[in-house]
């Protein structure tokens, strides 16, 4: 059973839009914070909000590509707070263009952050809160990028590749972690803005499916938040992905029925 008040949540990525909503959120429901980023005085600001909201909190600068410094992260968080109730791996970032345009560097520096800064927050923290106790919950940021049509953001294949990497760990990590009383879930937010009121402009289709469903980064920390009270394995804070998702899926069920009408069953072989 979940409980937030007097809970402990570490946030990687928490100077960004995403990280700075689940941190305010956090704190509005009774958590003190842990504030990570790449970015230490974005790290700073956000948990400088925390204080203001009369919750503790402890900035810290984290390349999560590192997993020795993942590592310190925990260290530093347990030490200052004596648990970690909450851990979001949230960092992360795109780099839009053609799929050869992309160089190995760019391959390493995206999967990084995106992919294996979650990898590293997972091994990092999830030993101590197997054997910690009490209501604990790991959130791993993906995105619908993860879980809708890869078609449509042709621009973002390294993005894309990692969401879709986050989507399948965290669905094989949570009922291996449920057996321990700790939930996982994913989360896979749409288009997420700093003023959805404001028009917008993005380079790719998937835009489409969200531009009359914007949100900021309080109302993805607000859904993190009862995400994580409801035990929710995937949390989709854009109602309006429902239709990418049935998207993508028709696209997987007309391969099967076109397998079923070309090609005869495999593995059928006779004996003779």
């Known amino acids: 059973m979940w409980s937030s008040e007097g809970a402990v949540a570490v946030i990687t990525g928490g100077g960004g839009l995403l990280g700075r909503g689940m941190a305010l959120t956090f704190a509005e429901a009774g958590m003190d914070v842990v504030v990570s980023d790449l970015r230490l005085d974005a790290a700073e600001k956000v948990a400088g909000e925390v204080e203001g909201l009369g919750r503790r909190a402890l900035a810290l600068q984290t390349?999560?590509?590192?997993?020795?410094?993942?590592?310190q992260l925990a260290e530093r968080a347990y030490g200052a707070f004596g648990k970690v109730n909450?851990?979001?791996?949230?960092?992360?970032?795109?780099?839009?263009k053609p799929v050869w345009d992309y160089s190995l560097e760019d391959w390493n520096r995206i999967l990084g952050s995106n992919l294996m800064g979650v990898?590293?927050?997972v091994h990092a923290f999830m030993p101590r809160m197997i054997a910690q106790g009490g209501p604990r919950h790991i959130v791993n940021t993906a995105s619908m990028s993860g879980v809708g049509l890869a078609s449509l953001r042709q621009l973002n294949a390294i993005y894309v590749t990692a969401k879709f990497a986050v989507v399948g760990l965290t669905e094989t990590l949570a009922p291996a972690l449920a057996g321990h009383g700790i939930g996982a879930s994913v989360l896979c937010p749409g288009m997420t803005v700093a003023e959805p009121s404001k028009p917008m402009e993005f380079r790719m289709g998937s835009?489409?499916?969200?531009?009359?469903?914007?949100?900021?980064?309080?109302?993805?920390?607000r859904e993190v938040l009862r995400g994580v009270e409801e035990n929710r394995l995937h949390i989709f804070p854009h109602r309006e992905g429902l239709g990418e998702v049935q998207g993508r899926?028709?696209?997987?069920?007309?391969?099967?029925?076109?397998?079923?009408v070309t090609s005869p069953p495999l593995g059928a072989h006779p004996r003779g």
Do not use: I, M, T
């Not at 899926?249 to 079923?260: M, T, V």
């Open 86 to 96: 909450l851990v979001c791996n949230n960092a992360g970032g795109a780099l839009l």
């Open 207 to 221: 835009a489409e499916w969200y531009k009359d469903n914007l949100l900021d980064g309080l109302d993805v920390g």
């Open 63 to 71: 390349d999560v590509s590192d997993p020795a410094a993942v590592a």
């Open 119 to 121: 990898v590293h927050g």
């Open 249 to 260: 899926h028709a696209l997987l069920l007309e391969s099967f029925r076109q397998a079923a």
